[in-house]
């Protein structure tokens, strides 16, 4: 009586592989204590205006129009890094920017 079973089309032989792989990268990043990123990571104005290569009262005039999500805590303003970033890459503050 056979007791294999089929759980891919992928080959015993890949998959096997690619787990190893998957593996040796999860050891590794341990290993060298990287944590990993925080998508909820909260930054300041400054590390923001930086991200985005603006100045402050630039930022300050965009988080006013609500074009980039921000977080009030006490009296300062935070932005998530996650959210940031998808606006950087997106490309959805150029037409804001001076050409």
């Known amino acids: 009586m056979n007791h294999n079973f089929i759980l891919s089309p992928i080959p015993l032989s890949e998959l096997e592989s690619t ?48 074009l980039i999500p921000h977080y009030k805590i006490s009296s300062r303003v935070r932005y998530k890094r996650a959210e940031v970033m998808n606006l950087f890459t997106s490309g959805n503050l150029k037409k804001f920017r001076r050409h």
Do not use: F, M, S, Y
């Open 19 to 66: 787990i190893a792989k998957t593996v040796e990268q999860i050891l590794d990043k341990r290993l060298t204590n990287q944590p990993e990123p925080d998508r909820d990571e909260l930054i300041t104005r400054d590390e923001t205006a930086q991200l985005l290569r603006v100045t402050l009262p630039t930022l300050h005039n965009w988080t006013k129009q609500g």
